[in-house]
């Protein structure tokens, strides 16, 4: 409570006894207590600021009509004797005043009306300037004694002498009773004074804690805020978690239905499984009997699987460890159309049905002619091959002949695929297919990886595992080049040389040449486009674009029966030759004839050491001629007794290009008539 509500009434209460004293004394009025304006103990203030400054107005002024008192002559007192008035109840009842709003100052203003004593009655003041009346005798009033009555004025001076002496001492009585109260008073300002500060003190950490409870109550308004928008999320969280519940009480119902269907279908199963029990043991019998009769099977599988690898390769036997394939390849357009008889394909002794395995060429000569005149008859020249590819013959059914020789190589036995040739002969388009991607123009090359990736995987499944790694050099001016060289790489063929892969071994290896693991159809096309693009061509007369080198794609094939402890491997080899063209002796030579002569001078040489070492193989002689040739030192693990070869010999339809053609067809004839002994497979 704010002490400014008693401080007026404080100030009030110190200076109103000094100013009573001093009026009493100036007006001669006898002394009256006024009215006591403290509140009584027990009292409790009620009443706000400024009703309390309302009911202590008229004592304010009060005490300053009593201030401004005249002042009484004292030289000659010239008032009767005092008489003392009693005081009235009226006057001695303290006026209500009201109620006490804190007990600090309600116990100080009682502690000060308990301390305060009664003071003697006060005598009524008279008015100024008048002069006591002397004591009346026998209840009349005295009448003015004479001035000779001396005597007698004698006697009235001593008796009102005697007046104002009682009267002097009871204003000294009462004048040490204002002194007392004056000492109580000052005692009890004294109390006020600290009561008041401590009061202030006490209103200052109270308005302190208001401040500090409207901040608060600041935050609890926010956080009431806060507390009602979660209120209402919560609220329609509840309602959708109410609807929710809804759904899952429909869910649980529908669940409770499905439950009791369920446990009348498990009733029912039981049943049956109860029954089904003894039907489980008898199946468990069977089982182990059928185990023990796959096992036994498997075991038959694995024999006929030897037996067929035994049978497979003696049919390649029986048709030749070295065998030659013709192609002829068919008139492009812009080409002229040769005469009807100048190649033809005799039917076999069963007649139309056999596959064809016979060619007729006819040549005439302009020199040659007869005793009248007339030109001479062509000269036939007949040739026989294990088959014969007419022009129109597709890509698939060259591969057919070929696919069975190609599955040897997963059997283990190093297989080796020439395409021999001049230039444009088709030798390139018959080993890796025709430019676009289209699957019916696809070479031997592509067709024999999925045709081998397919059998792999059905070799799989009797515990076969198979590993492919490829790898795809030329071999240019015996030089040897990787064709899979890629970045900084590229043209530095010369670092490549062929050596064995390490002491003792009998395998053969290109240093610096790129070995790649292949597993999908995919990555061997992506080899081949490579190879494509690094391969040296050159133009020449019989082509726009014509391979100067020859092209060996090396596939090593690896396969494992872990189950049985087996073992194989061999390579298969798809080679491109380059063209066979003679020298021609009355070229000129320019720059670029005198490359293309160095170039066909080793394409010549070494197409010679093939042969050779054809030939040498054919007789059992004791030294082949393998290092004469890159070509034949790279390919000799695929040339041996062990190995199983075949030659596609590539013509031209055109007439033009008979002489080649011819040549081409003579050496294929000698490679034909080679056995070079039985294949055997590589197992460990």
């Known amino acids: 409570m704010s002490c400014r509500l008693f401080s007026p009434y404080c100030c009030r209460f110190r200076r109103s006894p000094l100013l009573e004293v001093k009026g009493n004394i100036e007006v001669k009025r006898p002394l009256v207590k006024a009215p006591s304006r403290l509140p009584l103990p027990g009292s409790r203030f009620k009443r706000g600021p400024d009703q309390m400054e309302d009911a202590l107005e008229p004592e304010k002024k009060r005490t300053r009509g009593l201030g401004t008192a005249p002042k009484i002559a004292t030289s000659r007192p010239r008032a009767p004797a005092l008489t003392t008035v009693p005081q009235t109840q009226g006057q001695t009842a303290a006026p209500k005043v009201p109620k006490k709003t804190g007990p600090r100052c309600s116990t100080a203003i009682a502690t000060v009306l308990k301390n305060q004593k009664p003071g003697p009655a006060a005598v009524p003041a008279q008015k100024p300037g008048t002069a006591a009346a002397p004591p009346m005798l026998g209840g009349k009033k005295p009448s003015k004694r004479p001035a000779w009555d001396l005597k007698g004025q004698l006697c009235d001076l001593t008796a009102e002498l005697k007046c104002y002496r009682e009267r002097t001492q009871t204003l000294d009585q009462e004048n040490e009773q204002l002194r007392d109260q004056l000492r109580e008073a000052q005692q009890q300002a004294t109390v006020l004074g600290a009561e008041r500060r401590t009061l202030e003190g006490e209103l200052a950490r109270v308005q302190a804690q ?86 036994e099977r498997g075991e038959r599988l694995h024999g006929l699987e030897m037996e067929r690898r035994r049978l497979h390769n003696q049919l390649q036997e029986l048709k030749g460890n070295i065998r030659v394939f013709c192609r002829v390849r068919p008139v492009l357009p812009g080409e002229p159309t040769p005469s009807p008889g100048f190649l033809l394909f005799p039917s076999g002794p069963g007649g139309p049905s056999d596959l064809p395995t016979r060619l007729s060429l006819s040549r005439s000569d302009e020199r040659r002619g007869t005793l009248s005149g007339a030109p001479a008859p062509p000269t036939r020249h007949d040739f026989s091959f294990d088959r014969v590819f007419p022009p129109g013959s ?213 197409l010679s050491t093939l042969g050779l070492v054809i030939m040498a193989l054919s007789n059992k002689e004791s030294h ?49 008539q080679c056995v070079i002994g039985t294949a055997q497979a590589n197992r460990k």
């Open 624 to 672: 082949v001629p393998y290092r004469n040739s890159k070509l034949t030192y790279l390919l000799q693990n695929s040339l041996g007794g062990s190995a199983k070869m075949l030659m596609f010999v590539n013509i031209s339809p055109l007439e033009e290009n008979v002489s080649e053609s011819l040549n081409s067809l003579r050496f294929a004839s000698k490679v034909n």
């Open 394 to 606: 597709g890509q698939d059914e060259v591969f057919e002949e070929i696919a069975m020789l190609v599955q040897s190589a997963l059997d283990g036995y190093p297989v080796c695929i020439f395409a021999y040739g001049q230039t444009g002969s088709g030798k390139t388009f018959t080993m890796e297919g025709g430019p676009g991607g289209d699957p019916q123009v696809e070479g031997l090359i592509p067709r024999a990886l999925r045709h081998l990736f397919s059998i792999a995987q059905e070799l799989g499944g009797q515990g076969w595992t198979y590993s492919f790694v490829a790898s795809y050099v030329e071999i240019y001016n015996e030089t040897v080049r990787d064709l899979l060289a890629t970045g900084t790489r590229k043209g530095q063929g010369g670092e490549c040389e062929i050596r064995r892969a390490g002491p003792g071994s009998e395998e053969l290896t290109v240093t610096n040449a790129r070995y790649v693991p292949v597993s999908c159809e995919k990555e061997v096309e992506a080899l081949l486009h490579l190879a494509r693009q690094n391969r040296a061509v050159a133009r020449t007369a019989q082509n726009e674009r014509s391979s100067r080198s020859h092209s060996v794609f090396q596939l090593q094939i690896s396969g494992e029966h872990a189950a049985r402890g087996l073992q194989c491997g061999a390579p298969l080899s798809l080679v491109d030759l380059a063209g066979s063209e003679r020298l021609d002796p009355g070229l000129a030579l320019g720059p670029g004839e005198r490359e293309r002569l160095r170039e066909t001078q080793a394409i010549n040489s070494s």
């Open 210 to 295: 208001a401040e500090q409870g409207q901040q608060e109550l600041g935050n609890l308004s926010a956080r009431v805020l806060e507390l009602e928008e979660r209120l209402g999320t919560q609220e329609s969280l509840v309602q959708e978690l109410q609807k929710e519940q809804l759904g899952l009480q429909e869910e649980r119902r529908g669940l409770a239905t499905r439950l009791e269907e369920q446990e009348r279908r498990l009733q029912t199963s039981e049943a049956a499984l109860s029954g089904s029990q003894a039907e489980v043991a008898s199946l468990r019998q069977e089982t182990v009997a059928q185990a023990a009769l796959l096992a």
